[in-house]
């Protein structure tokens, strides 16, 4: 027969085991709910964190080159209703800063320079 010490250590792991089993469903139902399509459950314990994400993402905007004098037409985007408003034409926006193309100045140029080919 066991002996009452071995009983508790089997019933410890039993308890060890479905503690371990409960927590790795919880995880996991966590991690993959919102790509399967359900609601995590710290939304439904806690509430949402902020806004919406169809809220915030719910307008787009949309502009279209028209002519070569910089005028641009402009489009709004609902989101939610999947429909496209003409707001019609504006002033194309300047570029940025980080568009504008690097200038070229690596060793490979410097290398290449001193050759006289440019």
Known sequence: MTSPHHARRGLLFV??????????TLVGWEVGARQLGY????????GPSGPPEAEVR???RMMVK???????REY????RTQQIVDKGIVPCEPAKETDKPKPTGGK???????FGKK
């Open 58 to 60: 719910r307008w787009g």
């Open 15 to 24: 308890s060890a085991y479905a503690a371990g089993l409960v927590v790795v």
């Open 108 to 114: 490979f140029d410097a290398f290449r320079e001193s």
């Open 66 to 72: 028209a002519d070569y004098f910089g005028n641009c």
């Open 39 to 46: 609601v995590p459950l710290t939304t439904r314990l806690l």
């Open 76 to 79: 709004t985007v609902d989101n």
